[in-house]
């Protein structure tokens, strides 16, 4: 079973090209600055951790994360900006001498602090792409989740799948 950090990140634009070349080349942007960033290092004991690309949009901002330790509002609805949704992901494995909930909390902090090397990497440019606006307010977060099949949804820190109630 896999443990998920889902995150979207913003590059803000005055308008939106949606050609299917200019996304590609803004995702393309994107994963060589991913690639490029330290947040692997946070992989503790050799645990196998990534970000996994899922998609690329262009519209309205909106956001279903929240900004850990920030009550700032998302920018101005008029805003546009090309939206990747991506996730931070780990496997996880309860090793010997651990609970469920032990390692869940030791895997929780781990990509945790992977997202804070990607902020530390957005203040210092690494995202930055040419006529693109990035700030502080370019990546949002949510709870770390088990990755579950399609109509069901993690629970709490335990490695299992209940149905999904929506």
Same mark, same amino acid.
């Given at each position: @079973? %896999?443990?998920?950090?889902?995150?979207?990140?913003?590059?803000?634009?005055?308008?939106?090209?949606?050609?299917?070349? &200019?996304?590609?080349?803004?995702?393309?942007?994107?994963?060589?600055?991913?690639?490029?960033?330290?947040? %692997?290092?946070?992989?503790?004991?050799?645990?196998?951790? =990534?970000?996994?690309? $899922?998609?690329?949009?262009?519209?309205?901002?909106?956001?279903?994360?929240?900004?850990? /330790?920030?009550?700032?509002?998302?920018?101005?609805?008029? =805003?546009?900006?090309?939206?990747?949704?991506?996730?931070? =992901?780990?496997?996880?494995?309860? /090793?010997?001498?651990?609970? !469920?909930?032990?390692?869940?909390?030791?895997?929780?902090? @781990?990509?945790?602090? @992977?997202?804070?090397?990607?902020?530390?990497?957005?203040? &210092? *440019?690494?995202? =930055?792409?040419?006529?693109?606006?990035? !700030?502080?307010?370019?990546?949002? $977060?949510?709870? $770390?989740?088990?990755?579950?099949?399609?109509?069901?949804?993690?629970?709490?820190?335990?490695?299992?799948? *209940?149905?999904?109630?929506?």
């Amino acid at each position: @079973m %896999r443990l998920n950090l889902p995150s979207e990140f913003f590059y803000y634009t005055n308008a939106c090209n949606s050609s299917e070349e &200019n996304l590609l080349q803004i995702r393309n942007n994107f994963i060589k600055a991913l690639n490029s960033s330290a947040y %692997r290092d946070f992989c503790s004991d050799g645990t196998n951790c =990534d970000a996994r690309f $899922v998609q690329l949009t262009c519209g309205p901002v909106s956001t279903q994360r929240t900004k850990r /330790k920030s009550k700032r509002a998302v920018r101005a609805s008029s =805003d546009l900006a090309y939206k990747v949704e991506f996730v931070l =992901d780990t496997l996880f494995e309860v /090793k010997e001498g651990q609970t !469920d909930v032990s390692r869940y909390q030791e895997l929780e902090a @781990m990509l945790y602090n @992977m997202v804070e090397q990607l902020s530390s990497d957005v203040e &210092n *440019g690494l995202f =930055d792409i040419q006529g693109l606006a990035v !700030d502080s307010r370019s990546l949002y $977060v949510g709870f $770390v989740e088990f990755g579950c099949p399609k109509g069901s949804r993690s629970k709490s820190t335990t490695p299992s799948c *209940g149905k999904s109630i929506c």
